[in-house]
């Protein structure tokens, strides 16, 4: 049975960092597009970042581009952000989500429906 689950999460003050993680059991992240994804309340589940299955190219959602860093590890069992510079607007639960096995030099994507394993969620609060 496959699992991801996030960890990392939890209160910053605005400007600090936080390193997110999402670890992989009974699947791999290897020849897959991975991203993270956010929900703050009230508002709908948007795009944060994602790396593509060959990981020729990543993307950004333009409210992080400089300040998060997307990555993932050779073994295929790790998902990372790195956040930096937070902002209490980055407030919002992080998942992290997996799209089936591609080959082949397709761009990650924004399309939630193209990943159908996701995490369970973490907590980040940017708050003074």
């Given at each position: 049975q496959w699992q991801l689950v996030e960890s990392g999460?939890?209160?910053?003050?605005?400007?600090?960092s936080l390193?997110?993680?999402?670890?992989?059991?009974?699947?791999?992240?290897?020849?897959t597009h991975v991203g993270w994804f956010r929900q703050a309340p009230g508002k709908e589940r948007e795009g944060v970042a994602c790396i593509s299955s060959n990981d020729?190219?990543?993307?950004?959602?333009?409210?992080?581009?400089g300040r998060f860093t997307i990555s993932r590890d050779n073994g295929?069992?790790?998902l990372y952000l790195q956040m930096n510079s937070l902002k209490p607007e980055d407030t919002a639960i992080y998942y992290c989500?997996?799209?089936?096995?591609?080959?082949?030099r397709a761009q990650c994507t924004w399309n939630q429906k193209t990943y159908p394993y996701w995490?369970?969620?973490?907590?980040?609060?940017?708050?003074?």
């Amino acid at each position: 049975q496959w699992q991801l689950v996030e960890s990392g999460g939890g209160l910053v003050q605005p400007g600090g960092s936080l390193r997110l993680s999402c670890a992989a059991s009974g699947l791999t992240f290897d020849y897959t597009h991975v991203g993270w994804f956010r929900q703050a309340p009230g508002k709908e589940r948007e795009g944060v970042a994602c790396i593509s299955s060959n990981d020729i190219s990543t993307d950004y959602a333009d409210s992080v581009k400089g300040r998060f860093t997307i990555s993932r590890d050779n073994g295929g069992a790790s998902l990372y952000l790195q956040m930096n510079s937070l902002k209490p607007e980055d407030t919002a639960i992080y998942y992290c989500a997996r799209s089936p096995q591609i080959f082949g030099r397709a761009q990650c994507t924004w399309n939630q429906k193209t990943y159908p394993y996701w995490g369970q969620g973490t907590q980040v609060t940017v708050s003074s």
